[in-house]
């Protein structure tokens, strides 16, 4: 091999090295840019909120930061604010079809008649912070993807947000069953309201059967 195509291998090499910590660093290609992380510098595009939230305990809550590419980081939400907390939780990338046609349908649906308000991102984010912290109170854990969405919201600061919210119902704790718990998840939390509340500190829900 002369010279020159020596120089030209190492270089190709360092350059491969270079390319391999990269990855190493940042988690490794596609899974890097699946990262909500990294889209949050972004300008926020929207912060979508149900109106009827606080009368239903419950909904799905979306906000987006949009690329100049024209695509959309988005990370949605399903915040019981009456007892749960983070229930569910995913951050993805959308180009402008999936992200108005599918998503935003998709979700305007789930809440029948319900309108979605446009909110300030630091009430967003306060909100989405609330619930956490309500829940962790009573014992309960937020859903295993909301460490990946909640970094969308980096860079905001909620405490410029001087609205109030109010997590329970009338002041206490109010478990309503879900479809997606089985009847004993149902009482599984049930009995986990009730060491940490005391009976007759919390109200439930259990629309079909029995918990026992």
Same mark, same amino acid.
């Given at each position: 091999?002369?010279?020159?195509?020596?120089?030209?291998?190492?270089?190709?090499?360092?350059?491969?090295?270079?390319?391999?910590?990269?990855?190493?660093?940042?988690?490794?290609?596609?899974?890097?840019?699946?990262?909500?992380?990294?889209?949050?510098?972004?300008?926020?595009?929207?912060?979508?909120?149900?109106?009827?939230?606080?009368?239903?305990?419950?909904?799905?809550?979306?906000?987006?930061?949009?690329?100049?590419?024209?695509?959309?980081?988005?990370?949605?939400?399903?915040?019981?604010?009456?007892?749960?907390?983070?229930?569910?939780?995913?951050?993805?990338?959308?180009?402008?079809?999936?992200?108005?046609?599918?998503?935003?349908? +998709?979700? %305007?649906?789930?809440?029948? &008649?319900?309108?979605?308000?446009?909110?300030?991102?630091?009430? *967003?984010?306060? !909100? /989405?912070?609330?619930?956490?912290?309500?829940?962790?109170?009573?014992?309960?854990?937020?859903?295993?993807?909301?460490?990946?969405?909640?970094?969308?919201?980096?860079?905001?600061?909620?405490?410029?947000?001087?609205?109030?919210?109010?997590?329970?119902?009338?002041?206490?704790?109010?478990?309503?069953?879900?479809?997606?718990?089985?009847? +004993?998840? %149902?009482?599984?939390?049930? &009995?986990?309201?009730?060491?940490?509340?005391?009976?007759?500190? *919390?109200?439930? !829900? /259990?629309?079909?059967?029995?918990?026992?």
């Amino acid at each position: 091999m002369t010279t020159s195509a020596k120089q030209r291998q190492k270089q190709i090499e360092k350059r491969a090295k270079k390319r391999k910590l990269a990855k190493q660093k940042s988690g490794g290609g596609e899974a890097w840019l699946n990262r909500a992380s990294v889209y949050a510098h972004l300008p926020m595009h929207e912060c979508l909120v149900p109106s009827t939230l606080f009368e239903s305990g419950i909904g799905s809550l979306l906000a987006s930061r949009k690329s100049p590419t024209g695509q959309y980081a988005a990370a949605v939400f399903l915040v019981d604010v009456y007892c749960l907390g983070i229930k569910n939780a995913f951050f993805r990338m959308f180009d402008e079809d999936e992200y108005e046609g599918t998503l935003k349908t +998709s979700l %305007a649906a789930s809440h029948g &008649e319900g309108i979605y308000t446009d909110i300030d991102p630091s009430c *967003f984010k306060k !909100l /989405i912070l609330g619930a956490a912290h309500y829940a962790s109170e009573l014992g309960f854990s937020p859903h295993k993807d909301y460490q990946r969405a909640i970094p969308l919201l980096d860079r905001i600061d909620p405490t410029a947000c001087a609205e109030r919210f109010e997590y329970g119902n009338e002041g206490k704790p109010f478990y309503i069953r879900g479809p997606s718990e089985s009847l +004993s998840q %149902a009482k599984r939390i049930v &009995e986990q309201l009730d060491r940490r509340c005391g009976a007759g500190n *919390f109200d439930m !829900l /259990i629309t079909t059967g029995p918990i026992d």
